[in-house]
């Protein structure tokens, strides 16, 4: 079988401020937006990487979803609790040092954990988790 990741799925409740830290505090290219509003889909990925994207989506567009349903989701969102990816780069301290500096909300600065990988946090405007790993 040969299946790679395509695109995954993260949600925001503010297009503009999501679209901000993934252009222009990650440095990912831009490659579709859609909608209007808060009714916005923009995809986006790290540049020189076209076959792989994630997608910032309004979680509660699913007409499918009841109240309580769309409710939990808002809730979840605000809590940090709803959406998280796990990012990787060769340089840690420098990634880290740069996101720092565009003032994103830092959960954990660079850290060796105990199961051998060093790692970062920080979360977006909708509140999910991003992990930046160390590759070696």
């Known amino acids: 079988m ?7 799925f993260l949600p925001h409740d503010d297009p503009d401020a999501s679209l901000a830290f993934y252009r222009d505090v990650l440095g990912f290219e ?3 937006d859609v909608g209007q509003g808060k ?3 923009i995809t986006v990925g790290p540049a020189g990487q076209p076959g792989t994207s994630i997608l910032l989506a309004p979680p509660t567009a699913d ?3 009841t109240e309580d349903e769309r409710r939990t989701i808002t809730e979840m969102m605000a809590k940090g609790t709803y959406g998280w990816i796990l990012l990787a780069t060769p340089d840690l301290d420098g990634t880290f040092e740069k996101v720092q500096a565009r003032d994103a909300e830092v959960v954990q600065e660079p850290t060796e954990q105990p199961y051998g990988i060093r790692d970062c946090a920080f979360r977006d405007p909708a509140g999910n988790l ?3 790993q160390e590759v070696r």
């Open 39 to 41: 009714m916005r889909w």
């Open 2 to 8: 040969d299946i790679t990741i395509h695109t995954t």
């Open 130 to 132: 991003v992990r930046i």
């Open 30 to 32: 831009v490659r579709n």
């Open 63 to 65: 007409p499918g979803l």
